[in-house]
């Protein structure tokens, strides 16, 4: 029979069995579970509070704003409203001072005087006029300066010798500077001028009549700029356009068009007429006899009404 002894000792050691026995069953688990985690295709599921890929997400949610992308040209042209011209828009009212926007001179083309040349001297007699307001053939309107004188028609020349500066010199000595705004019909004759009443005294007695003169261009040494006037009754359909206060004899006149530029006809009483509208109220092109160019903008269609520009011809 076995001792007490080592009855006890046989029950430690079944004891230690049964717990390494434990332990490799255990440990066998556990690498049995990291293997078949580790297999293709597995589901194991650490929890059930794992959250569903993304991708998979189905739930209708409002995209997060981003940042717009800058403009690009097309998209601009897109975004600008077209705005369709308009026929009925509202007449402009007159306004004194209303400034065509105006260019610095532009080039310089071939002189293109008339009769009257720069440089010459021409002789002829003085006569005198009762000049009233200052008005005349050229259209310029009354003035209070009556230092004026009316050209005779052959120098007239259809209105080109209108707003010309000239130096008058009698046989005395005695000189005038005068403006021509009106034009003397017959029987006056080549090289004569009719002056005003105010300014035939400053060379001679009125009660004298007629004196002998010589007289020439001058380049005027006026402080003021060219203005830009519509005649009466002036319409995008048809317009008269006259130049005012101009340092120098103008030889030309033209208007821009989708054709170009256009030189319009003159009439004898100073303006320059487009028959058929085109250029009426945009930009204009002004040549002097020197051959000088200004160009004007834009002058607004505004029947009788004096515009200033900002622009004078050059004084020779």
Known sequence: MQTARQAALQRRRRHKLMRGT???LTA???LVCLVTA???GSKAEVGADVAAPAATQVRATSPAPTSPAPPTESSRAAETPTVAASTTTAAPQPSAKATPQTASTSTTTTPSAGRIQPGTTYKGVATAYAAGDGNGACLFGPSN???IAAMNT???ESSRACGAYVRVRAANGASITVRIT???PLPCAPGQLDLSE???AKLADLKVGRIPITWSLLSSHTPSTISIRYKTGSSPHWCGIQVIDHRNPVARLEVRTTKGWRSLPRTDYNYFLSADGSGCGGAMRIT???GEQLTVDRAALLPNVAQPTRVQFAPH
Do not use: K, S, W
């Open 198 to 200: 105010q300014a035939f």
């Open 38 to 40: 580790m297999l293709p």
């Open 145 to 147: 300066d009556l230092m």
């Open 28 to 30: 066998a688990g556990v």
């Open 154 to 156: 052959a120098d007239y």
């Open 182 to 184: 009106n034009e003397c």
């Open 288 to 290: 002097d006899i020197y």
């Open 22 to 24: 434990a332990v490799m």
